[in-house]
């Protein structure tokens, strides 16, 4: 049993998807892309849960973990309707 960091690997994302880093210690922000992640050759083949046990914060004087979060697609929008 997972959540959807352990079902999903960085060569299942799409090009265009972006994931959310934020800090732990010091609440930086940053968004990250397929393509940010995959600049060594065999990091297609991680789980998104080993990257984000990975990544650490660049901020000066940090080194802080990160909490990673899936960046919401356009498409999925939520249903908008009316009652009759």
Same mark, same amino acid.
Request: net charge positive; hydrophobic share 35%; charged share 30%.
């Given at each position: 049993?997972?959540?959807?960091?352990t079902?999903?690997?960085?060569?299942?994302? /799409?090009?265009?998807?972006?994931?959310?880093?934020i800090?732990?210690?010091c609440?930086?922000?940053?968004?990250?892309?397929?393509?940010m992640i995959?600049?060594?050759?065999g990091?297609?083949?991680?789980?998104?849960?080993?990257?984000e046990?990975? /990544?650490?914060?660049? /901020?000066?004087?940090?080194?802080?973990r990160?909490?990673?979060a899936?960046?919401r697609?356009?498409e999925?929008?939520?249903?908008?309707?009316?009652? /009759?």
């Amino acid at each position: 049993m997972g959540n959807w960091k352990t079902k999903i690997k960085v060569g299942d994302l /799409a090009d265009t998807q972006k994931l959310e880093m934020i800090c732990k210690k010091c609440s930086r922000l940053t968004y990250i892309t397929k393509a940010m992640i995959c600049t060594a050759k065999g990091r297609e083949q991680l789980y998104l849960d080993e990257v984000e046990r990975r /990544a650490s914060c660049k /901020a000066q004087g940090c080194k802080g973990r990160m909490r990673m979060a899936m960046v919401r697609l356009d498409e999925l929008s939520g249903f908008v309707g009316g009652l /009759a």
